[in-house]
C-alpha cells in the first residue's frame, strides 16, 4: 500500500505537467477521470516521495533550538526513537513533558491538522 500524501502530491505534479504531451499517459480509470500512468508517473510518484520525507524532517525541531508553548500538545521523537503524542507544560524549571522524561525527548514538533472531510472512514 502506498501513502496516500505521496499519491496526492504525485498526481498533483502530474497534473501541473498535463499540458506536456510527452510527458505521461492519461488513462481514464471511472467516467469523467483521469488517472496518470507510466514511467513519467513513477518519476513524479519518486520526486513527491524524497520531497515529502524532506519536509517531514524538516518539521522535527530540536528541543535544545526551542521547547513547545505552555500546554501545547505536540508530537515528541525520543532518543529511542519512539513518537508519542504528549503535553508540555511550563513551570520554573523551563518546563516538562507529561508522559516522557525530558532527558530522552530530542525533537518535537506541531501536531498536523486533523482529516478533511466528514464520514465514517
Known amino acids: 500500500m502506498t501513502d496516500p500524501r505521496i499519491e496526492a502530491a504525485a498526481r498533483a505534479l502530474c497534473i501541473a505537467s498535463r499540458n ?4 505521461l499517459v492519461w488513462i481514464t480509470t471511472e467516467p469523467g477521470v483521469q488517472e496518470p500512468y507510466g514511467s513519467r508517473w513513477t518519476a513524479r510518484y519518486h520526486e513527491a516521495e524524497e520531497a515529502l520525507a524532506a519536509a517531514d524532517a524538516a518539521a522535527w525541531i530540536k528541543i535544545s533550538d526551542r521547547l513547545p508553548g505552555d500546554g501545547q500538545e505536540v508530537l515528541i521523537s525520543t532518543r529511542d526513537r519512539i513518537i508519542i503524542n504528549d503535553k508540555f507544560n511550563l513551570d520554573d524549571e523551563g518546563g516538562y513533558f507529561g508522559c516522557a522524561d525530558n532527558e ?18
Do not use: C, F, R, Y
Request: aromatic share 4%; glycine share 18%; proline share 23%.
Open 104 to 121: 530522552d525527548v530530542t525533537h518535537w514538533q506541531p501536531l498536523p491538522a486533523p482529516p478533511t472531510g466528514g464520514g465514517n472512514g
Open 20 to 23: 506536456d504531451p510527452d510527458d
